[in-house]
């Protein structure tokens, strides 16, 4: 297959229309077949549940091309599994997680052209989302939905080497206890939007966010998981009811444990006791691990003697083992890798 004439290792995060987008319509309580078709425009009425009412999810992974000339996704099943959870939490209908897989490796198939060849560290991100498609203007639920996937090329997250990030203690919230912080919906990032310009003018990468409750325990960035370890090599993330399972995280924990033999501990973790980790990651799909050298809290900084200047040693393994992983380099866990072609 002839793969298009990109410039792939100087590729940015940004949107570039593909062929192929796969679409199917839920109507009179049921959805349709679904078809792949070339149209990027989504046509919709001016008083759709969407557009009043935020009523959307979606989902984020991507499209590698392996050593040896394959191409795969990572753990679509949990993509799928994950977007009927955040389905269910907006009163949306549920698109089965066998049908989303099975989508997902059709559209990556239809634009297999764009998925980037190995080596040059881009890859093909897949977007699939759902919203409310008919008029609503009185507070309810939509009856009708489209659910969608389309594909993008991006480049490498690390482009001219790795440099970790500042971040600061954010004086927003995220994520209120009982609310919406564990499913995946644009409303989750639309109120997020003005802590991130405001944290980028203050000269801060990314916002830590604590728990809304108690302003006591670390949470997560805006679209990160956090993965700390301490000065014995344990790794910690943070265990809250609140946060987004990453699968990236959820990965890595398994990683951490099985292939490298670490301990790790899901739980609880004060910012208090950030002072006292060695390294700090940020996990989601965009960029693996991306490290973090500083955390400032009100002016006072917290530096992280593992990962200033470059990813800390053990963070590093963790990164080189999960995209050895996914790059077909190292033997995948049973079920994690689902080739496309
Ligand atoms: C998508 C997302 C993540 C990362 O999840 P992955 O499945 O690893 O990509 C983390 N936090 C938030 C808030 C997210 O939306």
């Not at 960035?221 to 987004?244: E, M, Q």
């Not at 208090?272 to 940020?282: I, N, R, S, W």
């Not at 990962?307 to 992983?325: A, F, N, R, S, V």
Request: aromatic share 10%.
């Amino acid at each position: 297959m002839e793969k298009k004439n990109i410039d792939w290792t100087n590729l940015g995060f940004g949107y570039i229309a593909t062929d192929k987008r796969f679409v199917s319509n839920f109507k009179d309580g049921a959805w349709d077949e679904g078809v792949l078709t070339e149209d990027s425009n989504v046509t919709i009425n001016e008083c759709a549940g969407v557009l009043q009412y935020a009523q959307t999810v979606f989902e984020g992974l991507k499209a590698y091309t392996t050593e040896d000339g394959h191409i795969v996704t990572f753990r679509p099943d949990l993509n799928g599994e994950r977007m009927e959870q955040s389905a269910k939490r907006l009163e949306m209908p549920v698109f089965p997680r066998e049908r989303f897989v099975e989508a997902v490796l059709q559209v990556v198939k239809a634009n297999a052209a764009y998925v980037p060849p190995y080596g040059t560290g881009a890859t093909l991100y897949i977007r699939p989302y759902m919203f409310g498609s008919n008029p609503v203007i009185g507070v309810k639920p939509a009856d009708e939905y489209q659910f969608r996937i389309f594909t993008t090329p991006v480049g490498p997250y690390f482009k001219g080497g790795v440099k970790p990030l500042t971040i600061r203690v954010s004086d927003f919230d995220r994520a209120a206890p009982h609310g919406t912080g564990h499913i995946k919906a644009g409303l989750n990032y639309a109120m997020s939007l003005h802590a991130i310009v405001d944290a980028h003018q203050q000269g801060f990468d990314e916002n830590m966010y604590l728990d809304a409750a108690t302003r006591t325990y670390v949470e997560e960035t805006g679209g990160a998981n956090f993965l700390f370890v301490t000065k014995d090599n344990k790794v910690v993330t943070p265990k809250s009811s609140s946060i987004l399972p990453s699968i990236t995280r959820r990965s890595l924990v398994y990683v951490a444990k099985e292939y490298l033999g670490l301990e790790v501990e899901e739980r609880e973790i004060a910012l208090e006791e950030v002072k006292d980790f060695a390294e700090c990651g940020l996990c989601g799909t965009a960029a693996v691990i991306s490290p973090v050298g500083k955390i400032v809290d009100h002016g006072k900084e917290i530096c992280l003697p593992g990962g200033m200047e470059k990813m800390g040693p053990i963070t590093q393994k963790l990164y080189d083992t999960l995209t050895g992983i996914q790059m077909g380099r190292l033997e995948a866990p049973k079920g994690w890798i689902y080739v496309v072609e």
